[in-house]
């Protein structure tokens, strides 16, 4: 597989602007076009507010180019978008933020249409072959047992927190170091 070319940002439902200065988006993508031959890509998303699998995954495809040579970094609903994506399509790796595996109870969850089917994680981790995780006990929007219930079924490199609640902060170095790691491994193994 070749090396990766780029990150994509999905951002979570509702970030109706991914650029906005406040959010760790804006500070994880300056800091990745540092690095040479490389890009990070964020656009605001259609349908930001309800999320739909029917318009997300298109526009991941069409306008935001995800491919082999992408790594996917989602944030929340974006982190469930780039699990779905995953399932039928080839990418070189995706970092998972706040994932979950069920529609919570809440409509507009259930709306989005995710999660009116089974997870196919084997055909996830058949896509790609690096996936890392960034949960935290504390979440008050996501039940730890169903972040674990991702780490557990996809086998990713977790990292566990007990004190990032949703991911909300303006800054993620974290992140930054994952994504190095990643590009470091790819390197070695060209």
């Not at 004190?163 to 170095?173: A, G, I, L, N, V």
Request: hydrophobic share 40%; proline share 6%; charged share 25%.
């Amino acid at each position: 597989m070749a090396s990766p070319c780029k990150v994509v940002i999905v951002p979570g439902n509702g970030d109706v602007n991914v650029a906005d200065e406040d959010g760790w988006y804006c500070w994880v993508k300056k800091r990745l076009d540092q690095i040479p031959g490389f890009q990070c890509l964020t656009k605001n998303m259609p349908d930001p507010i309800t999320a739909r699998e029917s318009i997300w995954l298109p526009f991941m495809e069409t306008e935001l180019h995800c491919d082999e040579r992408t790594i996917i970094i989602g944030h929340s609903s974006g982190a469930i978008a780039a699990m779905r994506y995953a399932e039928t399509h080839r990418v070189f790796a995706i970092v998972l933020v706040s994932a979950y595996t069920s529609d919570l109870g809440d409509e507009n969850e259930r709306a989005s249409g995710y999660f009116n089917r089974p997870w196919q994680w084997e055909k996830i981790k058949a896509n790609c072959p690096l996936i890392v995780q960034f949960g935290s006990t504390d979440d008050p929007f996501l039940p730890w047992k169903e972040q674990q219930e991702v780490a557990d079924s996809l086998e990713t490199k977790f990292y566990k927190f007990t004190d990032r609640e949703h991911f909300q902060d303006t800054e993620f170095p974290e992140m930054i170091e994952v994504v190095k790691a990643i590009l470091k491994i790819s390197a070695q193994t060209e």
